[in-house]
């Protein structure tokens, strides 16, 4: 039992790692990591719907009926989105002014409704609350990664702090969309060249 | 038949469930989100518009109902004389609504300055409109006779690039500012007389 909860939090940190290996739920992926602290306070927000919901679908597998599962999925996921919308204007209202729309995106990633219907619907509590932390931490790097890269490039700063003298001219292309496409795509392609068996 | 009830049923639980721990987290966060939006989103505005004024703005403030809506005017005192209004006007932008502070100089006519309040912009582009200055710069000193409209049709501001959208609603949202400005103007130095001494 011991072993397959450490097995369910690590494959969400590197053999199922969202979104590079499952490439689920780029929205926000590609919408909000123009900055490493957009990217990380998005993870986490996600986290925190993950863990909820998988902890939720996981204890009402057995009393929802098969049929309107997917209705049921939305409404946990949905409600917890709302929660998290609330309590980050209440407490990082910067944040939260940042990433603007993409908090109530939440709703719609396919990784929170993907684990849900793959994962909790299937499993006990305890492995529910580990697969969803473990995937929202995985989902946290990566955008925390994705993020860190292109605000490196894009604005030369690392977490808010200048990087490079005055001399240094941003590559802007990095944090607007098609910048975004092209370091998921490139990071991809990294990952895969190591994961090679 | 028994399937069927029990859909409804669940259902229906989930959603007053969900409802109700929704309301609760709202009334439990309101008076903090109220809080943190006049410090971050409408203090810092109301404060760079009225740079210098020698009153505190948030406190100096009246209200003029123009029709069913009512407007908050925030009051700017320069060398002894309450000269400058700043309000609040909400425009379509490109994502949902946004709110957009206009500072108008009572004595002559003119616009002061501009800053976007709330918004759901997207990140990197719209939302310059907040965080770029020489975007908000253009609008000052300009007439409020003169309908504002970018340099695309036909007008003289600069649009953001990449945010057409947003730029154009900035126009739209300070020029209704001064139509509002124009019709009720009497009103307004009317009551800004309270605040001379």
Known sequence: MAKSIAKEFTKGLWDEIPPFRLVLGLCPVLGVTTTMQNGI???????????????????LRNIIPAKVRIACFIIIIATFVTVVELLMQAFTY??????????PLIVVNCIVLG??????????????????????????????????????????????????GASFHPFAFMVQAP???????????????FGEK | ??????????????????GGLLASVRNGTKEKIENQELTFVKGPAIKTILAGASNDPIKDRFKIKDGDIENIFFVGVFD???????????????????????????????????????HKETPGLGEKAK???????????????????????????????????TSRAVCVAATEACGIYKKIKPQIQEKLKEFSK
Not at chain 1, 94 to 103: A, D, E, K, N, S
Not at chain 2, 87 to 110: P, R
């Open chain 2, 131 to 165: 965080s770029d200055p020489s975007f908000a710069a253009q609008f000052q000193g300009l007439s409020p006779e003169k309908e504002m409209k970018v340099t695309n049709d036909g007008g003289a501001i600069n649009a953001i690039s990449g945010a057409t959208i």
């Open chain 1, 179 to 193: 910048g975004a496409f092209l370091c998921l795509g490139l990071m991809l392609c990294i990952m895969n060249m």
């Open chain 1, 115 to 164: 684990r849900a219907e793959a994962f909790a619907f299937k499993n006990n509590v305890l492995l529910s609350t580990v697969d969803g932390l473990g995937m929202g931490l995985g989902f946290t790097i990566s955008l925390g990664a994705l993020g860190g890269v292109r605000e490196i490039l894009g604005t030369g700063t690392f977490y808010g702090h200048a990087l490079f």
């Open chain 2, 1 to 18: 038949m028994k399937e069927m009830i029990k859909m409804v049923v669940v259902l229906t639980i989930l959603s007053a469930f969900s």
């Open chain 1, 94 to 103: 910067q944040l939260f002014l940042q990433l603007g729309m993409f908090i």
């Open chain 1, 41 to 59: 306070g998005m993870g986490l927000a996600t986290t925190f719907v993950l863990i909820c919901s998988n902890i939720l679908v996981s204890a």
């Open chain 2, 80 to 118: 002894g004389k309450p000269s400058t209004v700043v309000f609040e006007v909400s425009g379509k932008g490109f994502a949902d609504a946004f709110g957009l502070m206009v500072g108008i100089n009572v004595e002559t006519d003119k616009i002061t300055s501009i800053g976007v309040t709330t």
